[in-house]
């Protein structure tokens, strides 16, 4: 209410106004009492001048147009006055500020109007607030810079604040056109139903741009900022909303904004809505299985220094920068990947299949695809790329990768032999299962397969244990583990962390994959290797832009060389043995997914399998140079539930039919063969 205090302050203008009035003309008046209000102003707050942004942001799809969800504290959009209806333009003009394009900010006629009527009756019966002021309120009241007593005190009605706001309103007025500040002001008044802005409010009740408004709709819209919550159509009460409707459509008549059969016209117009409710954040975009892959995005965001300098200034950043961001999300393949994961598995199984897939050379990643819904009624635990909760699941032989890796970067050629025993006795000290008189003492799985002299090519192609351990043995266990952290490999558990950290010299058990880690870890180290030794941080977004349209370089690869060329074409030429293809030097023999080969046909693949101990989980990932893929069995809840050696075939072909399908309509490109020099020429280069 306007209290007695202000009536008081306004008299001093309303008497300046009277005085002014008797000796110029009406016009020259009301320029007088503008300048009285305006008299006191000091600066204007930059707020005003540029409004902080507080506007949706949009997650799309890798082409540009697939939404998958937006993120908002407040549902807003900003669009430019010529993409908003003329209908609605001057219904709100009409409707709350029949004068706007006359006066300055402050409409000296509606303000002795006000007073006379409020002062007769006792009450407030009439505003005098014009769109400038009810502008400069509602930046005031919304600004996220403001304490929440600020916000409060911008709407208080005290003489003060009502002053304060008609200073602010013509100071305003001498800066910016009057069609900046009606642009201004339907981009930030509520229309109620939670949505801010005309273009929000198009979509929220009638799912429709703000320049295809109908004038029955535009005018349904204007009358709604008065009382948009208990007016609204949505929530409020319909029967008050058509009577504001059809306030505003007199009012639009009246001043000639359209003619009296056009009012009438629309009058008659039944209320039809059409409403759309704009999701908001990963749980809606879970119908389409994208809700892992948007809670990856989230957990990037929230790690980019270029969205703010806290993670708070970064969520705020999300939730009300107006960013458009284009992900690296590709639908067919998303698809693809999530009905290849319930293959294994279903949605109501116990034990889950995630699997994700990487873009070599830029780290961008295509799926993340796990059996589970995303959401309340599922689960929120990111299965898939890891944190919070998630440490992440056993590997087991996909880490022989690493071993192969550190002896090839410290001159040991591929064909590298050994006489690889059925089990043995390690330099690395144990206790308990699995060692011999205080060592570790590992065996290899099918010893009549994988006994006997092996180089990296059939070491790998077979994944003979004895061999890899050998193996590790002459470069150093800690080189192993300083090259899984190298590609990428993070440790998320605590206990992996202080090995790696302490006395990963003594951490024999690396090479056999005992460290937790995840597909999207898994897939990307392996993308390094496919990408020829440039490790590219996973990246999930194609491009940023700004609510100015202007590009954010936080989108763009962050890649450096970790390897040679040479030792990642020769850890690849290995590779192929387990898929089932040929070395470049004719040395495969044998592997533990020959199916890989014919799935993809004539495509160049190479990958690894890993069983972890005593099966409790079974690994694949596979990668051509254009994309690499690892998905791994497990119950991501209960470790000692293990999934049993059946499963593994099936992890198997269903990577490899994902990695199929997309590569489809590329073409097929080959590996680079490595040099012969680090392939040995086919000479044994150490001692049995």
Known sequence: MWSKALKLLMCGVLAGLALAAAAFPANAAL????????????????????????????????????????FYDVNRVDVPLDQIAPALQKGIVAAEDARFFEHGGVDVRSVVRAFVANGRGGSVEQGASTLTMQYVRNVLKTDPDLTEQQREAATAET???????????????????KEEILNRYLNIAYFGAGAYGAAAASERYFSKS???????????????????????????DKNRALERRSYVLDQMA??????????????????????????????????????????????????????????????????????????????????????????????GNKRAVPMAMVEPGTGRVLAMAVNRHYGLNGTMNQLIAGGGDINGYQAGSSFKMFTMLAALEAGMPLDTAFDAPARIVSQYPGSGPGTCNGYWCPANATPSWMDGRRTMWDGFGRSVNTYFVWLEQQVGADKAVE???????????????????KNPEDWGSFTLGVAATTPLDLANAYATVAAEGMYCEPLPVV??????GAKVAAADPRCKRVISEDVARAATDAARCPVGQQSA???????????????LGNRSVAGKTGSSEDNSTETFVGFTPQVAAAAIAVNPDDPQDH???????????????TMAAALKGQPAEAFTPPSEQIAGEGRSRLPQ
Not at 55 to 66: E, I, M, P, V
Not at 483 to 501: H, N, P
Not at 589 to 596: E, F, K, M
């Open 31 to 70: 320029g007088l009492g503008i300048k009285a209000v305006s008299d006191t102003f000091v600066e204007l707050p930059s707020d005003l001048k540029t409004p902080p942004p507080a506007q949706r942001t949009y997650l799309y799809a890798n082409d540009g147009k697939t939404l998958i969800t937006s």
């Open 159 to 177: 003489a003060g604040r009502k002053l304060q706001e008609m200073r602010y309103a013509v100071a305003l007025e001498k800066q910016l056109s």
């Open 210 to 236: 703000p320049a295809d408004l109908t004038l029955a709709e535009a005018a349904l819209l204007a009358g709604l900022v008065q009382s948009p919550d208990s007016d609204s159509p949505i929530g409020g």
């Open 254 to 347: 009246k001043t000639g904004a359209i003619t009296t059969a056009e009012a009438d016209a629309a009058k008659k117009e039944p209320l039809t809505l059409h409403p759309k409710e704009q999701p908001n954040g990963c749980t809606a975009s879970a119908q389409n299985q994208w809700g892992f892959f948007c809670d990856y995005v989230k957990q990037w965001w929230m790690q980019q220094a270029a969205f703010g300098a806290t993670e708070a200034d970064r969520e705020q950043a999300l939730l009300r920068g107006g960013y458009s961001i284009v992900t690296s999300l590709d639908p067919d393949i998303q698809k693809t990947a999530q009905r290849q994961t319930l293959t294994v598995y279903g949605y």
């Open 483 to 501: 090259m899984a952290q190298r590609l990428g490999i993070t440790f998320r558990a605590e206990s992996d962390a202080s090995f790696a950290a």
């Open 543 to 548: 491009s940023i832009t700004d609510s100015n």
């Open 585 to 599: 030097f004719g040395r495969c023999n044998g592997g533990t997914a020959d199916q890989v080969g014919q799935i």
């Open 643 to 657: 999934v049993g050696s059946a499963v593994q075939a099936e992890v198997i072909v269903a990577v490899a039919r």
